[in-house]
């Protein structure tokens, strides 16, 4: 019997466990090179199912701005930020003004 692989397992916990974010988000990482619409999927289910799990933010955004929707690109950023600071996450509000201020610089981004 050949061994279950990485995403065949992550597919098999977020089925045992639908309620638990970080299936889902381990999922949207791994398909993230493998499968660009799946990884859409999943970072768009994390984001409207699961929007109080902070650590969607970063990589979701990160995602999109990859792919090109700047504007969801940054109005998750913005989304997250403020989460960040309501949840008084010091290092994730850090990282996330960080990488928002990377992204403004490397896509020429206009804020509104």
């Not at 050949?2 to 791994?30: C, D, G, H, I, T």
């Not at 504007?71 to 913005?78: K, P, R, T, V």
Request: hydrophobic share 40%; proline share 4%; glycine share 0%.
């Amino acid at each position: 019997m050949s061994k279950m692989s990485r995403v065949e397992m992550l597919e098999l916990f977020a089925e045992q466990e639908p309620q638990n974010p970080f299936n889902w988000y381990a999922l949207a990482l791994e398909y993230k090179e493998l499968n660009k619409e799946k990884a859409e999927a999943y970072f768009s289910k994390l984001l409207e199912s699961f929007p109080d799990y902070l650590p969607t933010y970063y990589q979701s955004a990160e995602f999109f701005a990859e792919m090109n929707l700047l504007s969801l690109a940054n109005s998750i950023y913005l989304k997250g930020i403020a989460l960040a600071e309501t949840q008084k996450e010091a290092n994730t509000l850090r990282e996330l003004k960080n990488s928002y201020q990377n992204f403004l610089f490397e896509y020429d981004f206009e804020e509104d």
